[in-house]
């Protein structure tokens, strides 16, 4: 038999097993009705009140699980924005470092031109300091 072949008897067995739990589900309801110990009146009624307290149920766990889910994304909320504050906090302190050190740096190579108090760095070719007078 084909690959083709096997597909559609796969469908057609399922489709026969439907149909067969669809009747069996019929006949257990049926049955169900003709045996019940309870008139019809009080049948309605007894499933009224299961149905109502089974919704009441979903609702009360629904609300529950919503307000977990409220806690726990309030949580990660929270880390996440702690993590981005101290991830803010790190970046300016490595600023803040890096231009203490370049200044640093800058201070200890540079002379300072006479009478002005100002850093220059030296000239390229040994004379004057670049921005220094003549």
Request: charged share 25%; aromatic share 2%; proline share 4%.
């Amino acid at each position: 038999m084909s690959a083709r072949g096997k597909g559609v008897t796969a469908v057609r067995d399922r489709g026969d097993l439907l149909t067969g739990l669809l009747v069996g589900g019929l006949l257990g309801a049926v049955a169900g009705l003709l045996l019940a110990p309870a008139t019809g009146t009080e049948t309605r009624a007894e499933w009224r009140r299961r149905t109502t307290d089974a919704a009441e149920r979903v609702r009360t766990g629904t609300y529950a699980a919503a307000g977990r889910l409220r806690a726990r994304a309030g949580g990660v909320s929270a880390m996440a924005r702690l993590s981005a504050e101290d991830i803010l906090r790190l970046v300016r302190r490595g600023v803040t470092d890096t231009r203490d050190a370049v200044l640093e740096t800058l201070e200890q190579s540079a002379e300072p031109v006479a009478g002005e108090g100002r850093l220059d760095p030296p000239a390229p070719d040994g004379g004057q300091p670049v921005g220094g007078e003549a």
